[in-house]
DNA sequence: AACGATGATTCCCT
DNA sequence: AGGGAATCATCGTT
């Protein structure tokens, strides 16, 4: 092949024309062709070197070189003239065989050099991040419902911090939207250029050897770097919804004091239960509806109160008084207004407990002895010690 | 700002 | 797992 080239690159030292592409970079290997060549014509035996016809083939050669070599200096009219001019060319289909072959050669240097590399691990780490998140993956998906469930099963919702809650899915939804419009644009862009180069390298491929693995590297090439990217947008997508979780559980922590009425409810079923404010599991959630709090926070609240209680009795002497007089209002007509849990008289407000307290056993406002209502670990229900029976009030 | 009240968290026990 | 106890962190009042 190379040897058939052989007299079209056939450029004597007299020449002068096309020497100067040796500084061009893209003409390097061309030249290098060029120079092989160069001995043999020292030589003197090639069978166009010296003819009329050599000579002429020569200047032609290196016509076409020098329009190459200038078509950039050129203007864009002028460059598409001299393109079609080139492609019109009679020593065209023998330039272009040249390209191929030093292309043959060339290429070989690459052609393993970038092979589909493996998926990278800290791109499949953002990913799933992201779709565990809720920001890619399905719109409205499980992701950031579960997401927001997953940081508050400790805590619960109150009303107040639904707020929050919603206020979190809001800024999530910011987020996924932003970052979907950011990917979309930078695929579009990367289609966009992809298409271009592709476009460009088919119109090169008109004067120049361009092999559908090279582009097919090219638009590999630019897949990658518009992957860096992407990477970079998910990389930061994380940190913000990271930095958007750690706020959201940080305003989880920032409590807010139960409404009055649901204070009041609470210290109604705690007074009215004195001598075993151990509410049940379903005492409990009638509570925290009532109330409009979590059944987690029924449980820290009577915690709070059974503790605080008993460090203080005299503290809360006052209040237990006021509550046994609630208590007993409620209660009149009843024939035994001390008795409201237990009989079903409980009023109205303060949580009936069916399962608190087997029926006549429950003595309300009375304090534990010594501190204790069951001593550690006592069954919670039903199944009361009633330490002491005493009431403390009247 | 200081202080008490209070909801939440954590550790430990049974 | 549920509760007691200690503690933290914030709220609301003074």
Redesign the pocket.
């Known amino acids: 092949m190379l040897q058939q080239q052989q007299p079209l690159t056939g450029n004597g030292p007299s020449s002068g024309r096309g020497l100067g592409l040796s500084g061009h970079p893209g003409m390097h290997a061309l030249n290098s062709v060029h120079q092989a060549s160069q001995h043999r014509s020292d030589g003197g035996d090639s069978g166009l070197e010296g003819t009329e016809n050599g000579h002429e083939t020569r200047r032609d050669i290196g016509d076409i070189l020098q329009q190459i070599m200038t078509i950039t200096d050129q203007s864009l009219d002028e460059a598409q003239a001299k393109k079609h001019a080139l492609n019109c060319h009679r020593m065209k289909p023998a330039l272009f065989s040249v390209l191929c072959e030093i292309k043959e050669k060339t290429g070989l240097s690459m052609r393993n050099a970038q092979e589909d590399e493996p998926q990278d691990p800290q791109l499949v780490r953002l990913d799933n991040m992201l779709l565990a998140e809720g920001v890619a993956g399905p719109e409205k998906g499980g992701g950031a419902a579960a997401a927001v469930s997953a940081a508050t099963s400790?805590?619960g919702m109150?009303p107040d911090s639904s707020l929050e809650h919603s206020d979190y899915k809001s800024k999530l939804s910011q987020i996924r939207s932003i970052y979907h419009t950011e990917l979309e644009k930078y695929e579009q862009a990367c289609t966009e250029f992809t298409t271009h180069v592709m476009n460009l390298l088919r119109e090169q491929s008109r004067t120049r050897p361009v092999t559908p693995r090279e582009i097919e590297r090219m638009v590999g090439i630019i897949h990658r770097k518009f992957s860096t990217i992407q990477t970079q947008l998910k990389q930061s997508t994380c940190e913000a919804v990271m930095i958007l979780r750690s706020r959201f559980l940080d305003a989880?922590?920032?409590?807010?004091?139960?409404s009055k009425q649901a204070?009041e409810g609470l210290n109604e079923y705690f007074y009215s239960h004195l001598s075993n404010p151990?509410p049940s599991?379903e005492a409990k959630e009638d509570l925290a509806k009532q109330c409009g709090i979590t059944v987690s926070?029924v449980?820290?609240?009577f915690?709070?109160k059974?503790?605080r209680y008993?460090k203080n009795i005299g503290k809360f002497q006052e209040e237990a008084n006021l509550y046994a007089m609630k208590t007993a209002l409620v209660g009149q007509g009843d024939d035994s207004p001390h008795t409201p849990n237990s009989t079903g008289t409980e009023r109205r407000g303060a949580l009936r407990c069916a399962t608190c307290l087997p029926p006549g056993r429950s003595r309300p406002h009375s304090f534990p002895s010594n501190g204790n209502?069951q001593g550690?670990?006592s069954p919670?229900n039903g199944a009361s010690p009633h330490s002491d029976h005493s009431e403390n009030s009247d």
Not at 252 to 258: A, E, L
């Open positions: 400790s805590g109150s989880r922590r920032k409590r807010r004091n139960f204070t151990y599991e926070q449980c820290n609240w915690g709070n059974r503790i008993k209502w550690r670990n919670p």
